[in-house]
């Protein structure tokens, strides 16, 4: 047996050992992702924009009251859901609400973009305990948190700002065309605009780098790790973005079913997916 075939069968023994897949298997080839539905809910929402999962009590919120999604009608509202799809309340905050859309949960409190204000919900009473004029905001649109601070997008302005427990807030970008979903992973912030997804730097300079080019105007945004991506986009489709590869997992446009600013249950790998103009809920499970 001559050396070059020992250290060959050596070298593929540690790479078979590094190799795993997602199901918790060990082929070296990833799993395809796909998405199968697993629940869907009946048309009881009014323009449901936003879902997020809320770990902590494992229900859903659903931001409600988006078909005049820049009218001050005092028709939003926000929904609570199950992880199972039956709703659990339907109206669970309403009152000063006109067309809520992005959601993040952080030290108790729902904050809540409103086209151009930001909402504070109490969660243990569903009742808003402050509201944030944001000074030259048009369309607010997506929130997320790093469990530190809040950030929110503007999609007409381009800006993207960061909010402080204490309601001070502050432009950290300016140059983000259409900028929609937000997310944070391991200290960063991530966006999706017309350029694709962008990841901003951790030093608080907030450098931004784009990751993905192929998914344009995006609007939700699930991070599984730093490399592997779910977006949606508003129109009907959502995508699976792992390194270089894009795949689609989902196209409901001949439906007319739109898929706008989908949350994530992660042990259940549940992509929830709220279809605005359909006013419903459904719950893909995702294989990857």
Same mark, same amino acid.
């Given at each position: 047996?001559?050396?070059?075939?020992?250290?060959?069968?050596?070298?593929?023994?540690?790479?078979?050992?590094?190799?795993?897949?997602?199901?918790?298997?060990?082929?070296?080839?990833?799993?395809?992702?796909?998405?199968?539905?697993?629940?869907?809910?009946?048309?009881?929402?009014?323009?449901? %924009?936003?879902?997020?999962?809320?770990?902590?009590?494992?229900?859903?919120?659903?931001?409600? +009251?988006?078909?005049?999604?820049? %009218?001050?009608?005092?028709?939003?509202?926000?929904?609570?859901?199950?992880?199972?799809?039956?709703?659990?309340?339907?109206?669970?905050?309403?009152?000063?609400?006109?067309?809520?859309? +992005?959601?993040?949960?952080?030290?108790?409190?729902?904050?809540?973009?409103?086209?151009?204000?930001?909402?504070?919900?109490?969660?243990?009473?569903?009742?808003?305990?402050?509201?944030?004029?944001?000074?030259?905001?048009?369309?607010?649109?997506?929130?997320?948190?790093?469990?530190?601070?809040?950030?929110?997008?503007?999609?007409?302005?381009?800006?993207?700002?960061?909010?402080?427990?204490?309601?001070?807030?502050?432009?950290?970008?300016?140059?983000?065309?259409?900028?929609?979903?937000?997310?944070?992973?391991?200290?960063?912030?991530?966006?999706?605009? +017309?350029?694709?997804?962008?990841?901003?730097?951790?030093?608080?300079?907030?450098?931004?780098?784009?990751?993905?080019?192929?998914?344009?105007?995006?609007?939700?945004?699930?991070?599984?790790?730093?490399?592997?991506?779910?977006?949606?986009?508003?129109?009907?489709?959502?995508?699976?973005?792992? +390194?270089?590869?894009?795949?689609?997992?989902?196209?409901?446009?001949?439906?007319?079913?739109?898929?706008?600013?989908?949350?994530?249950?992660?042990?259940?790998?549940?992509?929830?997916?709220?279809?605005?103009?359909?006013?419903?809920?459904?719950?893909?499970?995702?294989?990857?």
């Amino acid at each position: 047996m001559n050396n070059s075939f020992l250290f060959a069968a050596a070298a593929a023994l540690a790479l078979s050992g590094c190799a795993g897949s997602q199901n918790g298997g060990t082929d070296e080839t990833p799993v395809t992702p796909e998405l199968t539905q697993v629940w869907k809910t009946d048309t009881v929402f009014t323009g449901s %924009e936003s879902t997020l999962y809320d770990p902590s009590a494992d229900v859903i919120y659903v931001s409600n +009251g988006n078909t005049k999604a820049g %009218e001050k009608d005092n028709d939003g509202f926000i929904s609570v859901v199950n992880t199972d799809g039956t709703v659990r309340n339907l109206r669970w905050a309403e009152g000063n609400l006109h067309a809520p859309k +992005g959601m993040a949960l952080i030290g108790g409190k729902l904050y809540v973009t409103d086209i151009d204000e930001v909402k504070i919900i109490d969660v243990a009473s569903a009742s808003i305990e402050k509201t944030i004029a944001v000074d030259s905001a048009v369309f607010l649109n997506d929130v997320a948190t790093d469990g530190q601070q809040v950030y929110f997008s503007d999609s007409r302005t381009g800006r993207i700002y960061a909010l402080a427990t204490d309601g001070s807030y502050e432009t950290i970008s300016t140059t983000n065309t259409g900028v929609n979903g937000l997310e944070c992973h391991a200290g960063h912030l991530y966006a999706l605009d +017309g350029e694709g997804l962008k990841k901003f730097s951790s030093d608080g300079s907030y450098t931004q780098e784009t990751i993905n080019t192929q998914v344009t105007g995006g609007d939700g945004l699930v991070i599984l790790n730093d490399s592997t991506f779910v977006a949606s986009r508003w129109h009907g489709e959502i995508f699976f973005i792992r +390194g270089s590869e894009t795949t689609v997992l989902l196209d409901t446009q001949a439906e007319k079913s739109n898929t706008a600013d989908i949350g994530f249950v992660p042990g259940k790998n549940l992509v929830i997916v709220p279809t605005f103009l359909k006013n419903e809920v459904a719950a893909y499970e995702l294989a990857y």
